[in-house]
Each structure stands twice: as structure tokens, then as C-alpha cells.
């Protein structure tokens, strides 16, 4: 039985945490089942937010450093325009939020306003891979894991380190941190052979 530490994005959250209820468990909490865990994955955040969830956590309580590392195209907001409270409040923004909520909310339509006119991919990836080596430098001393499972979240998949879960995205996707029941049991498998 290993000490877990997992940060990261909504495709790594506890929902125990949020009081929701699921049809069934996610991947983190069969982990969970086996070791010792500490989730401080949060819905709907981006890489710097991941950043700051593994520089603020004490290193050295962990056997291993599971990071679920998120999407370059979510844009770091300090405080969200719509979710004031609840799950979804320390969320940042993504174009797919803003643009079916910016009717209804003034500093949406402002947002949404920055991502037509003034949003730039290259930029968001390149600072999305900064974020990311710097999680690296700051993990690399312990057994870490990342891991990713979407196209656009993986920008740098050659570590061995590295769980690819790209493969489950087209025919597993489901209600639970984003997979259905199969994958959630695939994705436990493929972390456990990085054990």
C-alpha cells in the first residue's frame, strides 16, 4: 500500500468531496481502495492551477505524485463570473463555458469578447508546456506519474512516465471523471503498472 498524492483537473477528482453522487466509482477512488490517498484535484481548472495544488502540498508524505495535467486552452481567471460557490468555483475559463453562458452573464460576454479577438493558441500551449516542465522539476525527485486523456492535453507525451489514456476518449467517455465504468478500471490497471 502506497501514500498517493493525485492533483490535478476534473478528470481526476473525488466526488466524495463534492457531495455528488455518481453511478459509479471513478478511477480515483478504486486508487483509493487499494492505497492511501490524498485527492486535491479540482473541477475545471487549468495547468497553473495544477501547478499550485502540487507546490503547496508537503512532498514528503508521499510514495508517489500522481498529476492529471490539464488543458492548455483553459485561461486562469481568479475569480469565476458564474460559479460562486460549490464544485465548479475555482474553475477557470474554456471557450466551450463561456461561449454557451456569455448571453446571460456581462463579464462572460467580456471574456468571450478576449477569446475571439485576442485569444492565442501558440501562447496558451507554450505556456501550458512551461507549467508543466515546472511541475516536473518540482516532482521529479519523487516516483510520479502523469497522466493525461485528451489529444489537447498531451502536448509532450515521451516521459515514461507518462499514462496516455487518449485511446479511451472516442469510445469510453462517461458520467464519472469524464469515462464510464470500463475505463475507470482500465485507467486503475495502466496506474498500476507504473506502481
Not at 481502495?33 to 492551477?49: I, M, R
Not at 516516483?143 to 476518449?169: P, V
Request: contains cysteine; proline residues 3%; hydrophobic residues 35%.
Amino acid at each position: 500500500m502506497k501514500n498517493i498524492l493525485i492533483c490535478g483537473d476534473s478528470f481526476a477528482i473525488d466526488y466524495k468531496k463534492y457531495n455528488v453522487e455518481i453511478p459509479h466509482k471513478g478511477w480515483p477512488n478504486y486508487l483509493a481502495d487499494k492505497h492511501n490517498v490524498t485527492n486535491l484535484a479540482t473541477p475545471g481548472v487549468g495547468q497553473w492551477k495544477i501547478w499550485k495544488q502540487v507546490e503547496n502540498a508537503n512532498l514528503e508524505k508521499f510514495d508517489v505524485v500522481l498529476v492529471s495535467i490539464g488543458s492548455p486552452n483553459r485561461v486562469h481567471c481568479k475569480t469565476h463570473p458564474v460559479h460562486k460557490q460549490g464544485m465548479f468555483m475555482e474553475s477557470d475559463l474554456a471557450w466551450m463555458d463561456i461561449d454557451r453562458s456569455s448571453w446571460f452573464n456581462k463579464a462572460l460576454t467580456t471574456a468571450k469578447n478576449w477569446f475571439v479577438y485576442f485569444y492565442d493558441q501558440q501562447y496558451q500551449n507554450e505556456l501550458y508546456e512551461m507549467i508543466t516542465d515546472k511541475i516536473i522539476n518540482h516532482i521529479k525527485h519523487k516516483q510520479y506519474i502523469l497522466i493525461g486523456h485528451n489529444e489537447s492535453r498531451t502536448l509532450d507525451t515521451d516521459s515514461e512516465n507518462f499514462i496516455d489514456c487518449n485511446d479511451l476518449w472516442n469510445n469510453e467517455r462517461g458520467k464519472v471523471n469524464h469515462y464510464n465504468h470500463k475505463a475507470a478500471l482500465q485507467i486503475v490497471k495502466r496506474i498500476e503498472k507504473h506502481l
